[in-house]
């Protein structure tokens, strides 16, 4: 016996588990034999009739009914600065001058403008003195002259431009006999062209160059033609045919150049592309391909000086031409002006000239308002949120001088798209600040908005809501919620929102028939079970339609009558009691489960 205690003393705390675990199994047994079951109970709730009011609510910040960048509509240095930050103003007080230097002399130079107006009005009614009639016959004259001028230097310039068409036939026959020879004679390889040689000597490395050889021989076959036909009716023309013949043989003869030049610089590339394909294999092209480059070259450079030639003797044959149209539209306004002169003064000159007084009178006062832009003024009542600028500092017409905001507040809130649609313009608002708790200010909606803001899928509506009062403790940017009524009915029939349910068939409200107050024995809810029902039948459904709805009730527009009782709430067994005490110390175990939280659950 003193050995075994010795051995439990040694093992006290296994021996304690031991003993706990067989008293726990005892506790559990007792308790399973001993269960009873717990009945569902029911929360009840009476349709009545009363004042619901539908709202939604949101949050957002406080903001000021009207906010302006104050912005010049000119650029200039700022003179000076006549507001102070923080600083309330009125309407038309200046915020900032800026310099107008510039503006100023353009009212100056309007005003003057407008007196020389003036001025020539008054001489257009005056008689035209003798010296006025000469100066004009004068310009008349000079004008004749000029013109004769133009036409003798227009006939030069024809002579010219023949003169270099006959230089250019002294050099083109050659230049297309060399042409010819380099690509169309045998000298490389008899028995074939220099053009087949080229290509046939480089076709195997690189097939490219077939494209080189067709272009070249259909490029100088275009030019050959077009010289052909240009020798032609240069043989048929000399230096006493018609300005037209020569202006068209000039022109004949600057398009042959150029396609002469267009045959030559494929030519060019053909033999440039034989020389590059062989150098890159290694291989050593023939000597006589340098020799037919170098007098391409040659070539290239007497077309270009030819066609430099032709072209600016076009250039001059137009510009004789304009001359001459120039010249005779101003005789014909000098002769008009001379015998106008001569005229007493015509009523629509002096109609003309009055309407130029008038232009320049708007011209002027255009001037005034301009210079007036340099003094930026205040558009409406409010407070100098922000000044941007100091003395010194430049100003465009993009550049913010100050941000102005009026002293009266106002709430901006945004809602999603299925309360959006239940506000108007024109609704209550009760509008609550997280910084004044103790605060609640009546409001009016004043604007929402039309298009919606997405972000993420969700699309969202900006309201503004204007307030009954103005508080000074109420500041821009702070934090608030806004519960804007958007419907209220009195003397309808309602029932809590939780008892309305809904199912494939519409809405309904269950309706327990026989209720016995619950007891509240052995519950987790004591005043749950205390105003609880029980039934031994399940309720039954009762359809109902419903109507408006707020945050708590809804509107039943047929299906019940004032007075009927429904289930607000069920309340589910989570466990069975014990109709015993507990073998340990008297603990009790069971009890019920009330769904939805903490308390009752609305189905």
Known sequence: MTTMFKAIMRHKVITFLVLAALAGGGYYWYQKANQKPVETRYVLGT???????????????????????????????????GVKQGQEVKAGDII?????????????????????????????????????????????????ESKKQTEEDLKKSYENAYNDVSDAFLKLPDIMTGLHDILFANALNPGQTNIDFYSDSVFRYDEAVD?????????????????????????????????????????????????????????????QFYQDTLTQRLLKPVSASNTHLSDLATYSGQINSMLSSLFGDQNTIQNDKNSIVDAERTIVEKTGSLAKLKEPPDPLDVRTQELAIKQRQETLQDARDQLAYYTVKAPFDGIVAVLSVQ???????????????????????????????????GQKSTITFDAVPDLSITGEVQQL????????????????????????????????SASIINDVRTDVLTVPNSAVKSSANGFYVEILDNPVPAAATNTNSPSAAS??????????????????????????????????????????????????????????????RVQGGGGLRGN
């Not at 709202?55 to 200039?76: E, N, R, W």
């Not at 039309?450 to 309201?463: F, R």
């Open 47 to 81: 349709a009545a009739k009363g004042t619901l009011v539908a709202s939604v609510s949101g949050t957002g910040q406080v903001a000021v009914s009207d906010q302006v960048d104050v912005k010049p509509k000119v650029s200039g240095d700022v003179l000076s600065v």
């Open 211 to 271: 494209a080189y050889r067709s272009e070249t021989r259909v490029r100088y076959d275009t030019a050959r033609q077009a010289y052909d036909q240009n020798f032609s009716d240069y043989k048929s023309t000399n230096r006493f045919s018609d300005m037209s013949t020569i202006e068209k043989l000039l022109e004949q003869t600057y398009q042959t150049n150029k396609l002469l030049s267009d045959a030559i610089k494929s030519a060019n590339n053909l033999i």
């Open 531 to 592: 105003s609880s029902f029980t039934s031994a039948t399940a309720p039954r459904q009762q359809a109902v339609e419903v109507g408006l709805s707020s945050d708590t009730m809804t509107e039943i527009t047929s299906g019940l009558k004032e007075g009927d009782r429904i289930v607000v709430s069920t309340i589910k067994p989570s466990s069975t009691t014990t109709s015993g005490g507990s073998i340990f110390g008297g603990l009790s175990g069971g009890g019920v």
């Open 96 to 144: 900032v001058k800026l310099d107008s230097t510039d503006a100023q002399k353009a009212v100056r130079d309007a005003q003057t403008n407008l007196e020389t107006a003036r001025l020539s009005l008054d001489k257009l009614k005056q008689p035209v003195d003798a010296l006025t009639i000469l100066q004009s016959e004068n310009t008349l004259t000079r004008a004749q």
């Open 391 to 425: 003395k010194g500092d430049s100003a465009g017409s993009g550049t913010v001088l100050a941000t102005i905001v009026t002293k009266q507040r106002i709430a901006e809130i945004s809602l999603n798209e299925v309360d959006a649609v239940k506000v108007k313009v």
């Open 449 to 480: 908005d039309t298009l919606g803001a997405v972000s993420q899928g969700v699309v969202s509506y900006a309201v503004k809501i204007g307030f009954d009062t103005q508080d000074s403790r109420v500041k821009p940017g702070m934090t608030l």
